[in-house]
């Protein structure tokens, strides 16, 4: 089992859709949680952490956390076009110790 | 806040040369920087960790001896591709975390490194 498992997709939703990216990890250990979007060509931006089970919202993103599921995902409302990316799932062991899953590449169609 | 730089952002050289990477964090000092390796269509491959002032800490498969890998500064860290070959051209990324969010990656815009 992968440490970090995501979708490879593609993913692809109309312009205006909520996508919806999924992550699921093996260590029932780890603390902390990120989602970055790489576009082709680029290295990582961050986009959000999440340290607490729930949802956290910031603008159009949502990041949800269930540590009983070992379960992270992240929504975006009203995707753009400019949405269309790899998104990496990252999960942060113990400090320092972060493992990324293979991204989840979207594409949003206008 | 939280900005990392590298340089060059790409670069072309011959088989066989030396090409140094450099990774600052600009507006942070950071304690931990990462290097990883990403090849076309592939996800990030984590090289080393290194911390001020130690020596860098390598992944499993990764030749410290031709990947050297320098911390010098709580900003400043340095990838050597030594002789390097055409099989070495890829994108390589640096991330740094700092001293108050220590759980948190920041990248670099990365360098890509073409070898003929």
């Known amino acids: 089992q992968k440490e970090v498992e995501q979708n490879s997709g593609p993913l692809s939703v109309p312009e205006g859709a909520i996508a919806s990216l999924n992550c699921t990890y093996s260590d029932r250990g780890s603390q902390s949680f990120f989602w970055y979007r790489q576009y082709s060509g680029k290295s990582p931006e961050l986009i959000m952490s999440i340290y607490s089970n729930g949802d956290k919202e910031d603008g159009r993103f949502t990041a949800q956390l269930n540590k009983a599921s070992q379960y992270v995902s992240l929504l975006i409302r009203d995707s753009q076009p400019s949405d269309s990316a790899t998104y990496l799932c990252a999960v942060n062991r113990n400090n320092n110790d972060m493992r990324f899953g293979a991204g989840t590449r979207l594409t949003v169609k206008p | 806040g939280a900005v990392v730089s590298q340089h060059p952002s790409w670069v072309i050289c011959k088989s066989g040369t030396s090409v140094k990477i450099e990774c600052r964090s600009l507006d942070f000092q950071a304690t931990t920087m990462f290097w990883y390796r990403q090849f076309p269509k592939q996800s990030l491959m984590l090289m080393a960790t290194s911390n001020e002032g130690s020596k860098a800490t390598y992944e499993q498969g990764v030749e410290k001896d031709k990947f050297l890998i320098n911390h010098a500064s709580l900003t400043l860290s340095t990838l050597t591709v030594t002789s390097a070959h055409p099989e070495d051209s890829s994108f390589y990324i640096c991330?740094?975390?700092?001293?108050?969010?220590?759980?948190?990656?920041?990248f670099g815009p990365g360098t890509r490194l073409t070898v003929l």
């Open positions: 991330s740094a975390t700092g001293t108050t969010k220590t759980d948190t990656q920041y």
